[in-house]
């Protein structure tokens, strides 16, 4: 093998080193033509943007020249330079600039007198009064005729500027001047001969915050830091800072242009030196080359060659191949003869030494089957027990003493008896040993009893073991203990059936037991009622307080709940407050209410918690079966119905269901449905009501108030629908035009010239936790045009107190506006005096529930006198809204209220009617 090897090797190789070697030439060689060719025709692209760019602002000048012509021959506008009318000039030249600004892209345009001020830009007429004193100005002076040239300026713009002294009759008027940036000349480069190029200028010639301002205007990166000694102004092609450099250390007379490779692709980088007029050397002009396709290009051509080149050497070396094959074949057949009699030898030798490693291997995994059943036995977490024909245990494993409490010295020499509950009668075990004596085998649930007396299930198995006679010898038995296991099955059953707050059962546990309880009632002919309760203002507790302490009082509520009902009824708790009993065998609906009558009782008294003291009142709808439904579904709905109602007339009441009450609901739903249209349709209108001032008598605001005009029942009352609206959330577009409508009417009043009067418009809860509440009231004043100061929001306390500090947050940045914002329903809600001193509030309203019997009632009156008060001493007014009589308003005139609504003086009435109002006012004595 070797000796055929060593001959390959002598011969294959040399001729794979020749094959190799050739090929490297040829790349080489190629490599070098193609690098030629690129350098030659990168040197024609630097020389044919050069002389572009140098031709390109040549033709702009003599356009500029042309232009300029036409303007020195302008009679008007030499009288308007001789007299210095900047005014004439501009109205003059502006429509001329913008003419030659969308026709050639002319950029500036001067006037400047003859000691070379600047008498008007007409592209910057702000700008004037500033002596002109560069190159190409200096140069028309001189010479007294026009001079063109490129010039930088200090912010980095490079524009081409042709100057001409302007004359008359008289002489010398001054100097116009026309000029144009170089972009266009730069973009034509690109397009004409197909490069990239970067613009950079030396820092020396720029000031950098004018040029970074300029940047900034154009749109452009002003990145001054970016190179260490030149910034750029104009690229059409992002390049790293350090390749940058690299094309900008190249020497202007080199030959040797840069190979830049950036991301995937390769360019060629030279630069040509950039002078202005004055002969400057100010910047450099960068000119890339994406030679990417040609690189690719040629580097197909070479793959090509190269497969070509393969195929042709791999020819010749598999006819050599062949050929040195035969050569060895005929060797190697003499030398296998030889070899091949002292291999029988050997491999009867062989044969005899593996026939004795098996057997010992065949006795060493025989010990280890032995050592490891050994182990699986010991450490088994399942319990295993052997016992002889008889029964009698033999051997058991720790997991059976850990399992059982009997150590291996109490089970040994023992009957599995010890181990017997008193769960299973004799019949069990009969069934046991008649299965192991038919079919060698038992499997099931047992009930054992462990060393300490506790009882607990087993998971058993025994298995009858047979000598070859088929005569038992042992039995085996393998056990889990499934305490674990009930356990989590019965957590399981009770998650599955008891909400995990209150631990009352849930819904699917009550829809069980009530599908029983109508059962037996049927056979029975019983009555079954069932109650649905509603916790009322549940959810001003949840904001006030927070979840935990919501939670809490849910639970406490559950407790107070069970305690007055029977052990055969059942009441769950539904979903959030809710709550449903199902009061089995009733006997009579009497017996149903008496039982509705103690839950409002016992739910009546305080909840003391976490310190707080609260009051919670429900809804119970009442229907019964089968008077009310037959199944439990209807059952269940037709009580929540009755819920509904119960919590329609203010709650703290139980309510029984009708028929009727589903044509209520058909009807709600009806106008739920017109609601979520009525907005697109311009249903809405608002009426507005004066807000009167106390002392002068005068109108001196309004509270904008919304109604719905139906196209078929006319005019609804706020308190139908409003509460629609919150529930479906269509309260936030509702309120964003309600905002707008207002403010949008304060300022039409205005310009009609009514007197200056502050709008009062109301935020509903959810308009109030809008995140942008902020933008739609800016939104809603810069629409209309009305003034900060004439609107006045107004928030009911409960919801300012539901997250105190976002509340802070958003009225101040509506304070901060200038807007007022007002409390309404002062006091009927959490009132805190702690919220009061804090938050940016200018007025309090009296709600019109302590008005209405100020003048009879001493606690209203006392209420009343406390607001007023309270309301001064923090510096606020207070208004007060439901007055209806003399008396009223005299009582409040009497102490000290500011302010007055209420139909006494007028209804919410349309904005005309509002209008003739303020017109025909007259002072309330």
Known sequence: MNHRAGLKTAILLPLALVLAALLGIFHYGLNRHEKTVSDENFVLDMQSAQTYYQRALLR???????????????????????????????????????????????????????????????????????????????????????????????????????????????????????????????????????TDHLLVIDKQFLQRKAWEDTMRHMGRRADWERLPDAVIVHQTLDLPAESINRALSREEKSSQDIDLKIGAKHYYAGTIPVEDVGGRKVGK?????????????????????????????????????????????????????????????????????????????????????LRLADEVFENSIEGIIITDAQANILRVNRAFTVITGYSEEDALGSNPRLLRSDRHDAAFYQGMWASLVEYGYWQGEIWNQRKNGEIYPQWLSIVTIRNEQGTTNHYLGVFADLSEKKQAEAHLHHLSYYDALTELPNRHLLEDRLFQALATASANNALVAVLHLDLDRFKAINDTFGHAFGDKLLQAVAKRLAGNIRGSDTIARF?????????????????????????????????????????ITPGIGIAFYPIDATNKDDLLRNADTAMSHAKAQGGNCYHFYSAEMNSGVSQRLSLETGLRYALERNEFLLHYQPQVDLRSGKIIGMEALLRWQHPERGLISPVEFIPLLEETGLIIPVGEWVLRTACAQNNAWLAAGLPRMRMAVNLSAHQFRQSNLTDVVCLALEDS?????????????????????????????????????????????????????????????????????????PDDAAIADAVISLGHSLKMQVIAEGVETVEQLDYLRAHGCDEFQGYYFSRPVPAEAFAALVHEQTAIS
């Open 60 to 194: 702009r000048s003599e356009k500029l020249g042309a232009a300029l012509e036409v303007i020195l021959r302008d009679e008007p506008f030499q009288a308007a330079l001789r007299a210095g009318d900047r005014d004439a000039l501009l109205k003059r030249a502006a429509p001329l600039f913008k003419q030659f600004h969308d026709r050639y892209g002319i950029t500036h345009f001067y006037f400047q007198d003859a000691a070379r001020v600047n008498v008007l830009r007409v592209h910057q007429p702000d700008r004037h009064g500033d002596t002109i004193d560069r190159f190409t100005t200096l140069a028309a002076e001189s010479s007294g005729k026009t001079a063109s040239g490129v010039e930088l300026g200090p912010m980095g713009t490079f524009t081409l500027r042709v100057v001409a002294p302007m004359r008359d009759s008289q002489g010398l008027i001054g100097y116009v001047e026309l000029g144009e940036e170089i972009e266009e000349v730069l973009h034509g480069v690109q397009a004409i001969i197909g």
């Open 785 to 857: 045009g009305l003034e900060p100061e004439l609107l006045e929001l107004e928030v009911t306390e409960s919801i300012m107190i539901h997250d105190l500090q976002t509340t802070l947050v958003t009225l101040n940045q509506l304070h901060v506006i200038g807007i007022q914002i007002s409390i309404d329903d002062f006091g009927t809600g959490y009132s805190s005096l702690s919220y009061l001193k804090r938050l940016p509030i200018s007025k309090i309203k009296i709600d019109q529930s302590f008005v209405r019997d100020i003048c009879d009632d």
């Open 575 to 615: 979903s959030g407050d809710e709550f449903a009993v199902v009061l089995t065998d009733v006997g009579s609906q009497e017996n149903a209410v008496l039982v509705a009558k103690k839950i409002l009782d016992t739910l009546a008294r305080p909840f003391n918690l976490e310190g707080h003291e609260v009051f």
């Open 285 to 369: 002009l960068v000119v890339l080359r994406d030679k990417t396709q040609s690189r690719a290009d040629t580097n197909a051509v070479l793959h090509s060659l190269d497969l070509f080149y393969l195929i042709l050497g791999g020819a010749l070396f598999a006819m050599f191949y062949l050929i040195i094959r035969q050569v060895q074949r005929r060797l190697d057949a003499s030398h296998e003869l030889i070899v091949a009699r002292g291999q029988e030898r050997e491999a009867l030798q062989a044969q005899h030494i593996l026939e004795l490693e098996e057997e010992r291997d065949k006795l060493r995994q025989a010990q280890q089957d």
